[in-house]
């Protein structure tokens, strides 16, 4: 019996995301008495053996050319695998991209009980109780889980990495590696030196703007603060900007430290891809723009005058 915690990477580097969970898993661990292990597959240009320092006791790391390129069907059927060898009881992924279609398919291919968007470690003191986000983030629901196994998916960026001295031991595993049925021919990386859904900090700008033409104050903004773009949905459908920084309820979800919304109204449906954010900033000249109603500061006002002279604020500090 052991708590498996799935270790996501771009590229060979490993997501923040996946070192919250991993320090999720291995505090989950120590409140169940049992040990911490972490699975990572693929290349990777890290020292794994330093995820101890995350609590992780020991990571299998499975390598072979079928999972070089992450595929979901490929990757659950080895991580069944893994999750049986190690007679793993919990498994725990992070609610990222990955971790939304691993996590599922795990869940019922091992008739694991699941919880998606855990915000906290379960209370275990009556059964196994996980709380999570429900409804875009606007509600907690606790949800028992029943089943002996057990998924869950943690929400990005609402658990602390912890961070100590330990070193894992980093093992193998013998499994059967299907081979994939579909090919990737190419990748294309998206614009933007920062990625959006793991970005610590996002700035993000609306119609206000009035014109793709305009982006450079928005630009100019996120190098200063070292943060991602995004942007609404009208501006990724009018091809002001690539539809890859669009965030809400169709785009992407995110949960920054800090959300810097410049021209959007705050419509529910782009709310609901950013409302996890820890801070908000809000600049709009509409007093009345509802997005001041979930903003922890705001600001009215032209953007045309504000971005500057934040920016320039920023490069003082
Ligand atoms: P607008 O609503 O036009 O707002 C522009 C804002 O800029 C206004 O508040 C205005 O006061 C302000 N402004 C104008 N000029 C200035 C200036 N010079 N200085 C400062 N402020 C200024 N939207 C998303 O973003 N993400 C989604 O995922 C999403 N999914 C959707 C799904 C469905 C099914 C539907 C129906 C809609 C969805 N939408 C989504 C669209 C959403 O309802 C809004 O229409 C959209 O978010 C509005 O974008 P906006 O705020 O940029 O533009």
Redesign the pocket.
């Known amino acids: 019996m052991s708590v498996l915690i799935f270790i996501d990477h771009t590229s060979g580097m490993i997501k923040k995301a996946s070192r919250e969970a991993i320090s999720y898993g291995a505090q989950l661990a120590a409140q169940l008495g049992t040990t911490a292990e972490g699975v990572l597959l693929g290349n990777v240009a890290e020292d794994l053996s330093a995820l101890g320092q995350h609590g992780v006791q020991k990571v299998y790391h499975l390598q072979h050319t079928n999972l070089d390129h992450f595929d979901a069907q490929v990757y659950t059927k080895v991580l069944a695998q893994v999750a049986d060898q190690t007679g793993a009881q919990v498994l725990v992924f992070s609610n990222n991209t990955s971790g939304k279609a691993l996590a599922p398919a795990l869940s019922v291919r091992l008739k694991a009980g699941l919880v998606s968007g855990a915000v906290s470690l379960p209370d275990t003191s009556n059964g196994f109780v996980v709380k999570k986000n429900v409804f875009s983030g606007k509600a907690f629901a606790n949800v028992a889980v029943t089943t002996e196994r057990k998924v869950i998916a943690l929400n990005v960026n609402a658990f602390t990495i912890t961070t100590g001295t330990g070193t894992a031991e980093v093992a193998s595993l013998n499994v059967d590696v299907p081979a994939p049925k579909t090919r990737v021919i190419s990748k294309d990386k998206s614009s933007g030196k920062v990625t959006l859904s793991e970005a610590e900090v996002v700035v993000s ?6 014109g793709p033409e305009n982006w450079g104050i928005v630009e100019e903004l996120a190098t200063a603060l070292d943060a991602a773009l995004a ?5 990724a459908d009018a091809h002001w900007r690539p539809h890859s920084e ?6 992407v979800a995110i949960a920054p430290n800090l959300y810097v919304a ?9 709310l ?2 950013v409302n996890r954010s820890k801070v908000i900033v809000v ?4 007093p009345e ?1 509802p ?1 001041f109603k979930a903003a922890d500061y705001g600001i009215v ?4 005058e ?1 971005l500057p002279k934040f920016t320039e604020a920023v490069k003082k500090v």
């Open positions: 700008a609306g119609r206000g703007l009035k942007c609404s949905r009208p501006v669009h965030v809400g309820q169709t785009g410049a021209g959007i109204s705050g419509a529910i449906q782009h609901a891809g600049i709009n000249k509409d723009a997005f006002g032209d953007v045309f504000i």
